[in-house]
Nanobody, 123 residues
Framework: QVQLVESGGGLVQAGESLQLSCSGPGRAFKWIGMAWFRQAPGKERELVASISAAGGNTFYLDSVKERFTISRNNAISMLYLTMNNLKPEDAAIYYC????????????????WGRGTQVAVSS
């Protein structure tokens, strides 16, 4: 397991943008697949986007395609989620997560989690 810390959440109006950041463990970061999950009140946690260790492969939840972009900078052990055109249904706690696999879209593969950052979207 590695220590992950998210930042960048907040309250925005529908249609606005936010960028979430996640700081990773340093040396190990470039070898692990990373992802953003979210959980809204009363709903199950869901995978929003994932990215391979080298950054070449990505996956997006259908509802965020064309609006969200996951990226990483392995030189500084950072993961990002750029969220454009936010909608009220995007409101949730967003979690950064890491897996020992190079890439995964399976939640059970992720064994390192941050504490989450709140995203609220007003209509």
């Amino acid at each position: 397991q590695v220590q992950l810390v998210e930042s960048g959440g907040g309250l925005v109006q529908a249609g606005e943008s936010l960028q979430l950041s996640c700081s990773g463990p340093g040396r190990a970061f470039k070898w692990i697949g990373m992802a953003w999950f979210r959980q809204a009140p009363g709903k199950e946690r869901e995978l929003v986007a994932s990215i391979s260790a080298a950054g070449g492969n990505t996956f997006y939840l259908d509802s965020v395609k064309e609006r969200f972009t996951i990226s990483r900078n392995n030189a500084i052990s950072m993961l990002y989620l750029t969220m454009n055109n936010l909608k009220p249904e995007d409101a949730a706690i967003y979690y950064c997560a890491g897996t020992a696999k190079l890439f995964s879209i399976t939640e059970s593969d992720y064994n390192s989690w941050g504490r989450g950052t709140q995203v609220a979207v007003s209509s």
